[in-house]
């Protein structure tokens, strides 16, 4: 089933917010149709969900979508009246699927099938279901296929509120639903069925096999509206992104694990990729699949800094598309990039997404540069970074902080680590951009750094601990979670240096052995809330359950501090569950504390693939090698993890400079280059 191109106006952006359905039908805010045991093909704005069955049934959120819109709700395949048993689904690339049945016919005289069954189904919509005959004689079998949809919008889907199937009319070689108001889908076979039943929705087949025969069925499923463009083409007429916007990367060494994790990574990021409807040529990255599939997010930027070691053309693409929504004009707004809120929590008030883009904006550029950014971009997207750092010195109250907007909003321990971060690779780039502003920024930093130690540390007899966030007033949320991680996260400087943080060293000595104790080590990686904080949930998504993106910027952080125990823990539990997702890692998944034998819990609504956890994965092998570019300065620094914690890695096919860089690390955690682009030098 191919999928050819809705217009632009409907790209999909999944629910605004969650909503599923109660047990009396109705759609309940919170709620999501739950999909960790489904099968999803992406190649965005594409995508396909079922179950590991391979059938189509139109239940919960199974289809086949293009751009938030589902035109295929059913397809059920029957060979002589029965379906085959299904024997295996499995995933054979991010974008693709193949389901494994079979069924004994009338010439099977024993237990053993004699007729195998195999779709593959993309997520572009084509499907090829492939009969093949073992028994001993010929087979005559009547084929048919049962086909319908209700075109509805993925959010309505997931309220439970789809809408009823729509009636089909038989055209060309299979079936076709319209709207009244001109949208429809249209399905296609080949070979032509011998009859298209569209009362029925049925399309059949009499398919005759000689011993050792197989015989295929082709289905190619289109939709759009009235303003649909070319088949085909895709969004605008765009296409799939394409061309160099990720390098073909590699991993491989004593631990065969690392090779598959950026095997899928690589594959997941690229199923993410979608065009900027304002601009086609720029793309960015979903935040993750089914539910966020909208407008560039934080999250995108957050991936696009991760996946820095495989080129910088995609964080120069995602910068570009959120400078367009920065906002301008006179006030205390100007240069904020708008985001909507997210959950915090339970001790906690939504958060705003738009302020950790802004105060992300000015680091990822900074740090781009250092990978080799082309002056071009460079001098490109200065301008909205400076007025991303106008914004941060605007937006900080009289205390130094940066407040959440509104009244009275509080003072997150997260965001200012974020705000200090862009302040001082902010005012590294202002500097080596001949630019003004660098040295107020540093000031600022310096008496942050000060007021954060007595403002958001509580002093207790066991060391001591940050507190989440503070009120102008003095209340304080003394809640310990994986947020802390984002304190030893400080970005790359000039000669493989890291910038300073918030923490002093014996407040990050305390840090790291709080993260390493089992109430937020589960084991499979860092709980967003401790075991025994108050309103600790292993499935909450900022109440205890590990979230890969804050689990990789802990082990980075540790391994950067020259915590390599704690570090090495972190990231042998975030493979061993990469291991255990078939490296597809999901978003988020349950804190359940790791016991012998046990396998990570999945959560039911995680998006998966998702972007910051499939860029986790190129992150973590990059902390690995301890690869530190600095492009400008004409050095690359190597600072392996020395414990070489899983052992020798070769990591191959990597850019910098835009050129291709191999880095080796050996089972003594001493690293060579092997190859690198001309003109940079083995920095220290």
Known sequence: MALSPAPASSAASGPASGVGISSAGTARPGDLPAVHDAIICVALPALAVCAEHGQLTGHGLEGVYLAGRRLLSRCVLRIAGREPVPLRGRRAAADRAVFTGVLRTAADAGPDPGLTVERTRGADGTERIVLRSSAARPLRLPVEIALATDLADLGAVAAGLPGPELAPSVHGTGLRWTTADGRYAAVTADPPPMDALAAAGLLRWEIELEPGDARGIELRVRGGDRTSRVPG??????????????????????????????????????????????????????????????????????????????????????????????????????????????????????????????????????EARRWGLPEQDLEELLPAAERCLRWLRAAADPSGFVPDPGPAGPWRAETQAHAHRAAVLGADLLDACGRPGGEQLRDWARVQRARFREEFWLDDPSGGRPVAARAPGGRSWPVLGGWAAHLLDTGLLGGGRYAPGLLDKAATEQLVRLLGTPLLDSGWGLRSLGGKEPGHNPFGHRSGAVRVHETAVAVAGLATAGYEKEAASLLRGLVDAAEAFGYRLPEMYAGEQRTAGAVPVPHPAACRPAAVAAAAGVHLLTVLAGIRPDVPGGTIALQPVRSAPLGAVRLSGLRVAGGPFTVRVSRLGLGMVEEAPEGLQLGV
């Not at 065009?275 to 720029?282: E, F, I, L, T, V």
């Open 233 to 366: 083409a895709g969004p605008s007429g765009a296409g799939r992104p394409g061309g160099q916007v990720l390098a073909e990367a590699r991993a491989e060494g004593d631990d065969p694990r690392l090779g598959d994790l950026l095997r899928v990574a690589l594959d997941d990021l690229r199923a993410l990729l979608q065009r900027d409807a304002a601009q086609s040529s720029d793309v960015h990255l979903a935040a993750g699949v089914p539910w966020r599939c909208g407008p560039v997010t934080a999250e995108a930027l957050w991936a696009a800094r991760m996946a820095l070691p495989l080129g910088t053309r995609l964080a120069a693409t995602t910068l570009r598309v959120l400078a367009r929504t920065q906002l301008d004009g006179p006030g205390p707004e100007s240069g904020r990039i708008p985001g909507p809120l997210r959950d915090a929590g339970p001790h906690l008030p939504p958060r705003c997404t738009g302020v950790e883009a802004t105060l992300a904006f000015p680091a990822v550029l900074a």
